[in-house]
């Protein structure tokens, strides 16, 4: 029978991920600070730590799955931390949207204890982890990648190499800003052709059999009505949060300073992410950049 894999983090993301490893066989021990999340998830078979550590003591594969790299760095190397039971030769695998840097820095205070560290993070949602068919960008050491794609493959139907560890990271982040950029671009366009008089079906339409096609316009397209199945249809309920975009963004403006690599529109989309949270959409999915650019309407 197969060994337990530790779990911290049952969020949004978490508890199917997780759960799509119980469905695979493997027995889980988790742990999350909010009681609700670890109740839940009980009641689906897995067994529920106090701490981390505890997560660390009975199981020598743990995936974390945290908001930001602050929590991270808490579920690591706090006082109850994993590094505190650490078995050595055990995989962590952390698949949070985190800093690149910070990643580096776990990696290191893993291998001090004479664990492996890689980073995972995610694309694809909520539906994604649901259904198993996220993908995961792996960096790490290539020789421990088949170690967690066994694991990773559960909850995701691609598992990619992308090279040392934090180049997960790297990839996630770079995808995200480009996907930000994109939306807001998107965003004014269908609002600019409205205010022009075109129909907004015919206008996405035409781009999307255009040079100006993108995934926020053919697949997620921010305007209500345009597209069923999306959050612009459900009053940008669901989905990808502004907060959460804007926090990804300010993890590129990072590694743009740490790099000095220009990336003027990413700046910008950041600021109108950060100004959306602060205008009460940190709530809504990040497409209600739509809804924001046109608050002025009169
Ligand atoms: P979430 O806030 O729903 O879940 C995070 C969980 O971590 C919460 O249950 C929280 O209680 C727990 N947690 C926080 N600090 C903890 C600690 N110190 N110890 C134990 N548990 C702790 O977030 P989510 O939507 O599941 O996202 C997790 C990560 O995945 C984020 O980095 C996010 O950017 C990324 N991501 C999210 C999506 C999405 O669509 N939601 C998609 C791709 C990637």
Redesign the pocket.
Known sequence: SKTPVGF????????PMAKNLLKHGYPVVA????PE?CKDFQDSGAQIMDS?ADVAEKADRIIT????SA?AI??YT?SNGILKKVKKGSLLID????DPAVSKELAKAVEKMGAVFMDA??????GA?RSGN?TFMVGGVEQEFDAAKELLSCMGANVVYCGAVGTGQAA?ICNNMLLAISMIGTSETMNLGIRLGLDPKLLAKILNMSSGRCWSSDTYNPVPGVMEGVPSANNYQG???TT?MA??LGLAQDSATNTKSPTPLGSLAHQIYRVMCAKGYAQKDFSSVFQFLREDEN
């Open positions: 911290v983090g049952l969020g949004n993301m978490g508890n742990f999350d600070v909010f999340a981390p799955m945290l908001p930001s929590n808490e579920v706090g698949s949070s949207t985190i993070p995610v694309s694809g949602g909520v982890a996220l996630k989905g990808f949060g959460l926090k990804d």
